[in-house]
């Protein structure tokens, strides 16, 4: 059984020079510290002109192994979270299946507990 991280952020303006900068240096700093290199990481879909309010869109296979999952899925929401940091002003959808992952302006996307010390398993 697989679960997966979907995501989307729109708006009625498209990306600046400068917003598309900013994304591509999370997704390099989020490729560099990605823990496990045989698993995906977060890589937005092909920028779809005909949906140019869709600014940011992918989905993230998370690792089926119990041992991977949290660290991977911290990655991914850390990712994420910065992700909707550097686009000000954009609407976001951020579930994994049915499940809509909570926002927090402190802790940006998590889900409660995710981070207490005691849940690190690496």
Not at 35 to 58: Q, R
Not at 65 to 82: F, G, I
Request: proline share 8%.
């Amino acid at each position: 059984m697989s679960v997966s991280i979907y995501y989307s952020a729109r708006r009625a303006n498209p990306l600046t020079e400068a917003e598309t900068a900013s994304v591509e240096h999370v997704l390099a700093a989020h490729a560099a510290e990605f823990p496990f290199s045989d698993e995906e990481g977060v890589t937005p879909y092909d920028y779809d002109e005909d949906e140019p309010e869709e600014l940011v869109s992918g989905a993230t296979k998370l690792p089926s192994d119990p041992s991977r999952l949290l660290p991977a899925l911290t990655e991914v929401l850390n990712a994420l979270s910065a992700l909707r940091r550097a686009l000000p002003g954009t609407e976001w959808h951020v579930h994994m299946d049915d499940l809509d992952v909570p926002w927090s302006e402190d802790e940006g996307y998590a889900f409660p507990g995710m981070r207490d010390g005691e849940l690190d398993v690496w």
